[in-house]
């Protein structure tokens, strides 16, 4: 079975500091690695994918993500948040029967000015 | 496109009544499934289909029912609501076999009194 956990329900960070959000998930198989954007009462946007290939995978809004199957882990990372980047981060891990995903918990990143 | 469509966005029902969440997408994608979303759990499959006629459950399936009859369409039924099912709901599509990305709806938000 397929397992994501993302560290840290809740993160706060300064306008202009880096942004790092965990994940850690378990496969049985090469996994397909996501993370997607929830802003306040809307649905999910995919922010950037892992499939094959290069392990470091950029995404919209300045997002980028590295793949390190050594340590099962596929974090997310943004240089300098922005107030904009307020929302839940899902990290998301695919199965392999008609792609269904396995989500984390999410992670609330909070942007103090 | 509109891309995937649900209704309503926002219901209320009492212990014990029925009702149906709609989804519909434009894609023609050949993969479509059903996740609820609470609070520190992430989003957790209910139910998913790999085509119009075949439909599979999901992590939480007990209390919904689904069917696919056209490859547009796939409402997903609560048989007697309880409070339990309070919760939002996604609806996603994915284009099949070997695409893994998925793209999600605006969400319906279900309450059980």
């Known amino acids: 079975a397929q397992s994501v956990t993302q560290l840290g329900s809740h993160v706060s960070v300064s306008e202009g500091a880096l942004v790092l959000l965990r994940c850690n998930y378990s496969s049985s198989v090469p996994p397909y690695l996501f993370w997607y954007v929830q802003y306040p009462n809307q649905g999910l946007q995919l922010l950037l994918k892992?499939?094959?290939?290069?392990?470091l995978v950029k995404g919209i809004n300045g997002f980028e993500a590295e793949f390190k199957k050594s340590e099962t882990s596929f974090h997310l990372t943004k240089p300098s948040a922005h107030m904009s980047d307020a929302a839940e981060y899902f990290c998301?891990?695919?199965?392999?029967?008609?792609?269904?995903?396995?989500f984390g918990g999410g992670t609330r990143l909070m942007v103090k000015p | 496109n509109a891309g995937v469509t649900q209704t309503p966005k926002f219901q209320v029902l009492k212990t014990g009544q029925s009702m149906t969440l709609q989804c519909a997408q434009d894609?023609?994608?050949?993969?479509m499934s059903w996740y609820r979303q609470d609070p520190g759990m992430g989003l957790r499959l209910i139910h998913y289909?790999?085509?119009?006629?075949?439909?599979d459950q999901g992590e939480v399936p007990n209390g919904y029912n689904v069917s696919r009859s056209t490859t547009e369409d796939f409402p997903l039924r609560l048989l007697s609501a309880a409070p339990s099912q309070t919760s939002v709901y996604f609806c996603?599509?994915?284009?099949?076999?070997?695409?893994?990305?998925?793209?999600f709806g605006p969400g319906t938000r279900l309450t059980v009194l």
């Open positions: 289909s790999v085509g119009a006629g075949i439909t």
């Open positions: 892992y499939t094959t290939g290069a392990t």
């Open positions: 996603a599509s994915s284009r099949g076999q070997g695409y893994h990305e998925q793209f």
């Open positions: 894609m023609n994608h050949e993969y």
């Open positions: 998301a891990v695919s199965h392999n029967a008609g792609n269904m995903l396995t």
